[in-house]
């Protein structure tokens, strides 16, 4: 499967921005996916994931409350609401789907539990 984030983009803090992950090659619905996010010198971190059959979401703790994850199987997309947006979320932002298509309802949170990934879209949070 391929990926496409989109939606990026520079906002003022508070702001909100919306990204997306299309999918091509197979359907989006067998597998659980994930946002994660890299700044500059930093790793790779966890920003949500979201099962396959959508039912189930997980949050990195700092972002409870103001992303939210969803996805249309029917539309092969995935999408992140970011609302109340910080300097400190700037980074690049990527999607990804899970290596194995598992159960579903998991939602993994890891770096390795992912086997596809898209090419990233950058968000930069103004103060």
């Known amino acids: 499967v391929q990926l496409q984030a989109s939606g990026g983009g520079l906002v003022q803090a508070g702001g909100s921005l919306r990204l997306s992950c299309a999918a091509s090659g197979r359907t989006l619905s067998i597998y659980a996916i994930g946002w994660f996010r890299q700044a500059p010198g930093k790793e790779r971190d966890f920003v949500a994931s979201?099962?396959?059959?959508?039912?189930?979401?997980d949050y990195a703790d700092s972002v409870k409350g103001r992303f939210t994850i969803s996805r249309d199987n029917a539309k092969n997309t995935v999408n992140l609401e970011m609302n109340s947006l910080k300097p400190e979320n700037t980074a690049v932002y990527y999607c990804?789907?899970?290596?194995?298509?598992?159960?579903?309802?998991?939602?993994?949170?890891?770096?390795?539990?992912?086997?596809?990934w898209g090419q990233g879209t950058q968000v930069t949070v103004s103060s």
């Open positions: 990804a789907a899970a290596r194995y298509s598992g159960s579903y309802y998991d939602t993994p949170s890891t770096t390795q539990e992912y086997g596809y």
């Open positions: 979201i099962s396959r059959n959508g039912v189930v979401t």
